[in-house]
């Protein structure tokens, strides 16, 4: 089998909007097939983007409420 036949698995994305600290945010979500979640980036109102690539979760609900805490955080 040729190297170039080999595919790797896409990771699938996922666009969560939600508004935390009175702030409305868009947050990507990412995980590849049976792996963990991750937070590509955080698009928050009248802010640049927040990036929280270090950290996975297993469910996609626990990421979203991670991206939830980061944007209320910043009103802090």
Sequence with gaps: MDMMDIEEPES???YV???AGGRHYMARLCHFP???WYI???HVESLPPLHDSD???PTREEAVQAA???VADLGH
Excluded: F, M
Aim: glycine letters at 12%.
């Design 12 to 14: 699938v994305e996922e």
């Design 17 to 19: 909007p939600g508004i």
């Design 34 to 36: 049976d792996g963990p």
């Design 40 to 42: 590509a980036v955080i």
């Design 55 to 57: 950290r996975t979760w």
């Design 68 to 70: 939830d805490k980061l």
